[in-house]
């Protein structure tokens, strides 16, 4: 396996550990100081603060993490491509979203992150 691969696999299973505000920097330490994080459905965010500010907002609604990975693969430019199914437990429920990722990775720190999902999906289960 790439080492692209290996810190993509890291980062997701830092997300499943995650079970207090603190563990958030952990996940943080995995970006590069001017990492792009875009999630599709809402504009790009640029730099660590940015994204602990979009990655405390939804993690913060939830009690339980739960990442699960179905394929991962890297392009010959070393962008890693990830399809998740990405669940989180809100109150009693758990909300689930197909998840499909790409990464880009620059000396050993995610350079850009890409998510692509259905928004509507998450907010109907958020409502249901």
Known sequence: M???RA??????ASFNAYQKPDDLERIMAF???KAVYHNMPAP????HDAIRA???GFMGMASKVDWVLH????SDAGRV?????DRFQIGEKWVELPVMGAFEIENGK???WRDYFDLNQFQSQLSG
Do not use: H, K, M, Y
């Open 81 to 85: 491509l990830t399809e998740r199914l």
């Open 44 to 47: 790009p965010v640029s730099g």
């Open 31 to 33: 970006f590069a100081p």
């Open 7 to 12: 810190l993509v696999r890291e980062f997701i």
């Open 71 to 74: 394929d991962i693969a890297e």
């Open 2 to 4: 790439s080492d692209n």
């Open 110 to 112: 995610i350079s850009a």
């Open 54 to 56: 979009v990655l405390s």
